[in-house]
């Protein structure tokens, strides 16, 4: 099943569940000013607050098409109130387009669902470059230095989401809700044997050991 990322940068994205239309499940998740914390499998649509608690929507705009991850997301400007020169500004910044808030979950599912055909394959030719490391998201295939990572489904979402967030030490619980392994809950410790064979398959690549260990904290992909 296809999987739709709805992103809101207002606190309803915390609150609304997973909505399931024509074989595609539309998840609902909170945005704040550092991007998702999640892996993102599949189409990314963000509702971006034109005020925010931290920082100005439209610097929002700027970093999500700054930033690899979600620079082919489908940005929606939410205004305050319907002023042709916010438009203008939303739509520099980089937004798709806009909507005059508040939100509630239906408005949002209306205007996905009714534009979504036309965005279905944003991300088809999306890879991850980091160093030495490539991830062809399409092929679901990971190298390093051109030779084959041999991973299982989870080691090779594992790695992608380091691959997103290198030189960052990340917790278990980090990794655990960055693959979105909510339910059912997972032991932490399962964390460590995820790691365990993901270094692995990097050392018979040829990669070396790139995951350390930050004691107490949990771990870090150290991009050289």
């Given at each position: 099943?296809?999987v ?34 999640r ?17 100005a ?40 387009d806009?909507?005059v ?89 399962t ?9 692995r398959?990097?050392?018979?690549a ?19």
């Amino acid at each position: 099943m296809d999987v739709i990322n709805i992103f809101l940068t207002d606190e309803l994205g915390e609150t609304l569940d997973d909505f399931v239309h024509d074989e595609r499940r539309f998840t609902f998740d909170r945005l704040g000013a550092d991007g998702p914390k999640r892996l993102l499998e599949g189409p990314m649509w963000a509702f971006v607050d034109w005020v925010m608690d931290d920082l100005a929507g439209l610097e929002m705009c700027r970093r999500l098409r700054a930033d690899p991850r979600t620079l082919e997301a489908h940005i929606t400007m939410v205004l305050e109130e319907d002023d042709p020169e916010n438009r203008r500004r939303a739509l520099k910044a980089g937004a798709d387009d806009y909507v005059v808030g508040p939100l509630n979950r239906t408005m949002v599912l209306d205007r996905v669902l009714v534009l979504q055909p036309q965005n279905g394959d944003r991300h088809a030719s999306r890879k991850v470059e980091v160093g030495d490391l490539s991830i062809d998201l399409v092929a679901l295939q990971a190298r390093w230095r051109d030779e084959p990572i041999d991973l299982r489904p989870n080691e090779f979402r594992l790695l992608r989401f380091f691959a997103e967030n290198p030189n960052r030490v990340l917790s278990r619980r980090d990794l655990i809700n960055g693959l979105g392994k909510r339910e059912p809950p997972i032991d932490e410790r399962t964390v460590d044997v995820w790691i365990g064979r993901l270094r692995r398959s990097l050392k018979a690549a040829g990669g070396g050991n790139p995951l350390r260990t930050v004691r107490s904290m949990g771990y870090v992909f150290d991009l050289n």
